[in-house]
């Protein structure tokens, strides 16, 4: 099967820079993605990492280190609206993607 | 540009009995997904199919049911409804190449008393 390592919860100031691990045991690994989803609302995709090393788009960067099964998603100019939860989530399959999640990562960002 | 669009949005069952939940979408993905999400689980697949006609399990998989008739529609089905599947479920839709981005409906929030 797989799982997925990710802390619960993370606080950081407004305009911090703040880093959320994600570790992964999984088979048939294609891709590391993110997403972000507010309280009530739906998952959005903010990432993705198939090859070692950094991603950036815009305020947010994700890193993808496929030999220590580790990822990371790097915020930055944390802002009052970054207040979410982010999961990591693993691509895989054979014959067939799917996606399977990690239990997220509260964000609480602080005035 | 309506995505994915699930229905019901919200839907109260009394224990036995049984529902199902619609997805549809527009985007002419070939993959879809049915996820719940319970408060500290995050997201768990419940079902997926990879193309018209074709379904699979995913990690949560008992006491649901699920078709894909219609390229553009998945539909879950609980049989006998539990408390245990109070839940909210998601559907979510993507192409098999790249990045495979799920878009998300909305979600379905079921209650069983």
């Known amino acids: 099967g797989q799982s997925l390592e990710q802390p619960s919860e993370v606080t950081a100031v407004e305009g911090a820079i703040v880093q959320i691990n994600c570790t992964y045991q999984t088979s048939g690994f294609y891709g590391l993605s993110w997403y972000q989803q507010h309280d009530g609302g739906a998952p959005t995709f903010l990432s993705y990492?198939?090859?070692?090393g950094l991603e950036e788009t815009g305020r947010f960067s994700s890193f993808l280190s496929r030999s220590d099964s580790y990822g990371y998603l790097l915020l930055q100019e944390l802002q009052m609206k970054d207040s979410a939860s982010y999961f990591c989530?693993?691509?895989?399959?054979?014959?067939?993607?799917?996606?399977?999640f990690g239990a997220g990562t509260r964000l609480f960002v602080k005035a | 540009n309506a995505g994915v669009t699930q229905t019901p949005k919200f839907r109260v069952l009394k224990t036995g009995q049984s529902m199902t939940l619609l997805c549809a979408q527009d985007?002419?993905?070939?993959?879809m997904y049915w996820y719940r999400q319970d408060p500290g689980m995050g997201l768990r697949l419940i079902h997926y199919s990879v193309g018209e006609g074709t379904t699979a399990k995913g990690e949560v998989p008992d006491g649901y049911n699920v078709s894909r008739l219609k390229k553009q529609n998945f539909l879950l089905g609980l049989e006998s409804a539990a408390p245990s599947q109070t839940s909210v479920y998601f559907c979510?839709?993507?192409?098999?190449?790249?990045?495979?981005?799920?878009?998300f409906g909305e979600g379905s929030r079921l209650t069983v008393l």
């Open positions: 979510a839709s993507t192409l098999p190449a790249g990045a495979g981005e799920l878009f």
């Open positions: 990492n198939a090859l070692d």
């Open positions: 989530a693993v691509r895989v399959g054979t014959g067939g993607f799917k996606t399977i």
């Open positions: 985007m002419n993905h070939e993959y």
